[in-house]
């Protein structure tokens, strides 16, 4: 951001000439998708990212960076003096999986608040995601999933079963933080789209579609189908 608020275009910013003078591991310049987001006064001050990996990593991060402080159309482009109160989070998504639904309660029922990125489809022009963090503002899921319609431009009280959902996981870099905030993916063993944390102790769960062992690995989950564990044991 800093090199293109310069006036460098930013077809001209040497990027894999950077990236091999700065030694990036190999995960950096392996493909992946990122989203860039910046805050300014707490206040979301740009938003832009990919969903699907087609350049490495290192490049996706620092074009999107460079979308989300000049091309983000709900924002007027950064200036230097934005640059210095901004605060820039970095997430990394991981694949994205089918969220499998019979009905809209199905998929209130599956979601993770504060763990799942959501992409809603309808149809060819309906299309919108929101990343695990919108969780923070919208934390009951009817109202998260109510806004990612309205953000695909889509009726409140609309909804098909032929909806396609899909959801994904981040691990997120704040400016400033140490280390990154991760986020459980779900493929950690014992977890699928409706597994449940365990608490401390427990061994079994009882769900409203059956009970499920507490499997004893990084996660420390649960699965009950698509349905959340309601009692501990």
Same mark, same amino acid.
């Given at each position: ?26 995960w950096l310049m ?9 805050? !300014?006064?707490?206040?979301? /001050?740009?938003?832009?990212?990919? %969903?699907?990996p087609?350049?490495? *990593?290192? $490049? =996706? ?8 402080a000049l ?12 640059l ?5 989070e ?12 019979t ?25 919108a995601?929101f ?5 923070? !503002?919208?934390?009951?899921? /009817?109202?998260?999933?109510?806004? %990612?319609?309205?953000k695909?431009? *889509?009726? $409140? =009280?609309?909804?098909?079963?032929d909806a ?18 991760r986020?459980?993916p ?17 061994s079994s ?7 499920a062992?507490?499997?004893?690995d990084?996660?420390g ?13």
């Amino acid at each position: 951001i800093e090199v293109r608020l310069t006036g460098t275009p930013t077809a001209q910013i040497p990027l894999e000439e950077i990236s091999r003078r700065a030694s990036r591991p190999e995960w950096l310049m392996a493909p992946g998708a990122s989203f860039v987001t910046l805050e !300014e006064d707490s206040r979301l /001050r740009g938003c832009i990212g990919t %969903l699907s990996p087609h350049r490495s *990593l290192y $490049e =996706d991060v620092a074009h999107n960076a460079v979308a989300a402080a000049l091309h983000d159309p709900r924002f007027p482009p950064l200036s230097q003096a934005d640059l210095r109160d901004t605060r820039i989070e970095v997430s990394v998504l991981s694949e994205r999986v089918p969220l499998p639904h019979t009905s809209e309660e199905s998929v209130l029922e599956a979601l993770r608040p504060g763990v799942d990125g959501v992409v809603l489809e309808a149809g060819a022009f309906n299309r919108a995601t929101f990343l695990p963090q919108v969780w923070k !503002e919208l934390p009951d899921p /009817r109202d998260f999933l109510l806004h %990612l319609k309205r953000k695909a431009g *889509l009726p $409140e =009280d609309w909804w098909s079963d032929d909806a396609q959902l899909e959801v994904y996981t981040v691990e997120s870099w704040v400016e400033g933080d140490p280390v990154p905030r991760r986020r459980l993916p779900r493929s950690v063993a014992g977890w699928d789209a409706g597994g449940t944390p365990c608490p401390t102790g427990a061994s079994s769960a009882t769900c409203a579609r059956g009970t499920a062992a507490c499997v004893r690995d990084s996660g420390g989950t649960a699965s009950c189908g698509h349905a959340r564990a309601t009692q501990w044991s």
